[in-house]
């Protein structure tokens, strides 16, 4: 059996024998809006929870705007034009509004990067600028949280009158969906929130996983940070997986967005009647793959998938190579699922560890294997040997030793597939 997947900018073919019990899962979307203009003026028009945004912006002067970065599909020039005519006609200035590209610990933008992001016509017409997580002077102390988590936000958006995200919904590995509120914190944030909110405090919670935002505590974080940060007025929208919008939700931060993952849920998710012995897998290709980094957010997807002491494989082009310095020198002295997470139990945390704690978290119950071009095995510690630069080899090694009647499942799209095995459970689930 072959199958097409995301990889990179033009996908990759995996092959599996076809003696095997194999089946090939598909993302799957609400169909896509035959109108989405009409639809996100609808959605900014009559909001879910909220007055209209043209009246929240009336006699304002300043508004900011929180975007994802280039790590993301998300469709800001289909998105931001709107918006930004509503604001405008409601008396905001253009050079009142200020386009924050939400990084989160991640490098900033560069220019070709900003132009893809917001399209060159708002680039050059617009302040589009970079959160630096790193400049603890570009921030504000707003206090801390009732689970005593610090929060600093960019200066340049709480300065604004108006607050304002823009972005997505899809799975997200700890945070259940992302969206809404993550667009402020991590997105916003200086990195002394980011590693409080990424400690194992935290990671280590069952709740704080892919589909999961009822009691988790890190969707609760991120609310209570958000409404510190005056969370005005949000959008989002569902995506099909060739990037087109399904479905649009704007208005408050809290209603609209829960009404954008009740859509994925309902539109989304694919249920297999048993969990596989082994999943090939991919990080979705082009953006989300260009690191190492990012890549875990497809092997943690497939744990949902994989049965207890089940195989993963996944492939992820990584043409950014293993990610930020941090990150670098975390996987390069890896040493082991076990003994990485009781050395960072009590340590002070890091930039970047998270992403390895929850792939060192999966791999306490799962194989993992990896077929990541970009990446050298040398510089993957203790990964290293089930790091393969060989599709062949990497498949070869996942099925070695599997029964003939092993069931294996491909999931070309990665973590833009939700799917869940009805063995595993409702836990997982909202």
């Known amino acids: 059996m072959k199958a097409h997947f995301s990889f990179g900018k033009n996908g990759i073919e995996v092959a599996v024998p076809d003696a095997l019990d194999c089946r090939v899962v598909r993302s799957r979307t609400a169909a896509a809006l035959e109108d989405e203009t009409a639809a996100i003026n609808l959605a ?50 253009r050079d009142g509004i200020t386009i924050l590209i939400a990084t989160g610990l ?13 399209g060159p016509e708002i680039a050059a017409a617009y302040r589009v600028v970079s959160h630096d997580a790193k400049a603890l002077q570009e921030h504000r102390w707003l206090g801390e949280t009732g689970r005593g988590t610090p929060v600093y936000i960019d200066e340049r958006f709480i300065a604004a009158e108006l607050h304002i995200t823009l972005g997505f919904i899809e799975q ?27 400690s194992p405090r935290f990671m280590r919670e069952p709740l704080a996983t892919e589909g999961s935002i009822a009691e988790n505590p890190l969707h609760a974080e991120l609310l209570e ?17 060739d990037r087109r919008i399904c479905g649009v939700f704007a208005g408050d931060a809290v209603k609209a967005h829960a009404a954008g993952v009740e859509f994925v849920e309902n539109t989304s998710l694919e249920r297999l009647e048993d969990e596989a012995d082994a999943v090939i897998t991919s990080a979705a290709g082009y953006p989300l793959d260009l690191t190492f980094y990012q890549t875990v957010k497809g092997v943690t997807a497939a744990q949902h998938v994989a049965k207890r002491g089940g195989r993963i494989l996944i492939v992820s082009a990584c043409a950014e190579g293993v990610g930020s310095p941090e990150f670098a020198r ?22 970047d560890q998270w992403q390895l704690e929850r792939l060192a978290l ?39 030793g599997l029964p003939s009647a092993a069931k294996v499942v491909l999931i070309p ?18």
């Open 44 to 93: 900014l028009d009559h909001p879910i929870g909220s007055l209209p945004l043209a009246t929240l912006a009336a006699g304002k002067k300043t508004a900011a705007i929180s975007i994802c970065d280039i790590t993301r599909p998300a469709p800001n020039r289909v998105t931001l034009p709107p918006l930004l005519k509503r604001l405008e006609q409601a008396g905001v200035p």
């Open 106 to 118: 991640h490098r900033g933008a560069t220019e070709a990067e900003v132009n893809t992001i917001v």
């Open 172 to 198: 997200h590995l700890m945070l259940g969906f992302s969206g809404g509120r993550k667009l402020i914190a991590p997105g916003l944030a200086a990195q002394e929130t980011i590693k409080v909110i990424h």
């Open 225 to 241: 940070i958000a409404r510190m940060a005056r969370h005005d007025f949000m959008m989002d929208v569902a995506l099909t997986q």
């Open 330 to 351: 975390k996987l390069r002295a890896f040493s082991g699922y076990e003994s990485f997470l009781e050395e960072i139990r009590t340590a002070a945390v890091e930039v």
């Open 362 to 400: 999966t791999g306490l119950k799962h194989e993992l294997f990896f077929y990541t071009p970009g990446v050298d095995a040398a510089d993957c510690g203790f990964l290293g040997p089930r790091v393969f630069n060989n599709l062949d080899a990497a498949v070869a090694a996942l099925l070695e």
């Open 413 to 430: 799209e990665g973590p833009y597939s939700f799917v869940r095995a009805e063995a595993e459970g409702a836990a997982c689930l909202v």
